[in-house]
């Protein structure tokens, strides 16, 4: 359903706001029928990005404590190792 949601709300935006940006479509209503559906999308999908956050890949997981053995001069490591540029 949410994404079904987004869906909608993207092709809404993508019609939508260039003729709104072309004076085609005017006034509040208008903006309201673009706008509030993308929040009734947007404020759903992140709090389930919130709640639902996956756990960090252990590859690429910052220790902060190696920038505190080593020093942010010598840049950021990862599991001891530096950060291949």
Known sequence: ???????????????GLPLQLAEV???????WVIFVPMAA??????????????????RSLLLPYDLLRYGASTG???????VAA
Do not use: H, N, Y
Not at 4 to 15: E, Y
Not at 25 to 31: F, H
Not at 41 to 58: T, Y
């Open 76 to 82: 950021p490591k990862f599991f001891g190792q530096p």
């Open 25 to 31: 479509l005017r006034g509040p209503i208008v903006t």
């Open 41 to 58: 999308f947007e404020v759903p999908f992140a709090l389930w990005l919130l709640i639902k956050a996956s756990p960090p890949d252990s």
């Open 1 to 15: 359903m949410l994404a079904w949601l987004g869906v909608v709300v993207s092709i809404t935006w993508v019609v």
